[in-house]
């Protein structure tokens, strides 16, 4: 383990005040719903008839999601940028999580599945004293609860039962659809939906550091698997609530985040991807 952090004093004052001043949605809720960052976005990209042929003979493209797009966003970016059809994304980033994200292009989205199926590893933090709605940063904390008397030793053993083959609930507000229409669709719309547990494997949950009531940690785990939930229940757990405050994905596979392009390099050097 690395550097744990020690607690003390009466953390628990003033939290539900400091949970809404920092609350990633009031601070950044314009970029998550449009602004000038989409407009950033939309910034027209010139190549050669011969650069757009290589990408319709297909590419592996890893690139490091930005904070605030969709998975989708960074496909539709390089899809107007290469002027091909042919463009998908290999397992999905929400917007307010970053890292590797592979990029199929041309006859290469035939390995989308392959790529999809690979072991995934992240690190992030969950923020203990609360919960969400979407068990993660998109919609505001509420139920704020006093975890001024956990022990470091009793969060560490938490994780204990979220690791190895596991039945994981996953979030009501998901792209898991029903009927051809996603869940958190329903959701937005009041409909009661029940979700039924799936099985995901968490071949390595540790605790990295502790500053209460962040609690930093490192995953690797099976395709399929919501870090939002394990956060959520986590919490659950302990008692206090929990819910997803950072996300980054380091690793698919043999792929890491380290030999990825941010997508600006991308656009800069895309005659040369």
């Known amino acids: 383990m690395n550097a744990v952090g020690i607690f003390s004093g009466n953390v628990i004052v003033h ?11 009031r601070k950044h809720k314009e970029k998550i719903h449009g602004g000038a960052p989409m407009a950033e976005r939309n910034a027209p990209v010139i190549i050669s008839d011969e650069t ?8 592996i493209l890893l690139i490091d999601k930005p904070l605030h797009w969709t998975s989708f966003d960074v496909v539709r ?14 397992g999905t980033l929400d917007p307010l999580a970053t890292g590797l994200l592979i990029v199929c292009t041309g006859k ?25 709605p ?13 975890f001024s008397k956990l022990s470091i030793e009793e969060i560490l053993d938490n994780t204990k039962q979220f690791t190895g083959t596991i039945q994981q609930v996953p979030p009501i507000y998901s792209a898991i659809k029903k009927n051809g229409i996603a869940l958190y669709e329903l959701a937005r719309r009041g409909e009661d939906v029940e ?28 395709t399929g698997t919501y870090i939002r ?18 996300l980054r994905r380091t690793k698919i596979g043999a792929y890491k985040v380290e030999d ?14």
Request: glycine share 6%; hydrophobic share 40%; aromatic share 10%.
């Open 134 to 146: 979407t068990y993660d940063l998109e919609s505001e904390p509420e139920q704020v609860k006093d």
């Open 15 to 25: 939290l539900q005040e400091k949970l809404a001043k920092d609350s990633y949605f």
């Open 77 to 90: 970016k390089i899809r107007n940028s290469i002027r091909i059809k042919k463009v998908g994304h290999a």
């Open 195 to 222: 979700l039924k547990p799936r099985t995901v494997i968490i071949s390595v949950f540790e605790i990295v550091k502790i500053e209460l009531p962040i609690v930093h940690f490192s995953i690797i785990c099976s």
């Open 52 to 59: 757009k042929s290589l990408f319709e003979e297909g590419k």
């Open 229 to 246: 939930s394990i956060a959520n229940d986590f919490g659950a757990a302990l008692g206090c609530g929990g819910y997803l405050s950072s």
């Open 108 to 132: 290469c989205t035939k390995k989308i599945n392959e790529y999809m199926a690979q072991e995934k590893e992240y690190i992030g933090s969950f923020t203990l004293g609360a919960i969400t």
């Open 260 to 273: 990825s392009l941010s997508i600006e390099k991308f656009l800069e050097n895309i005659s040369a991807v």
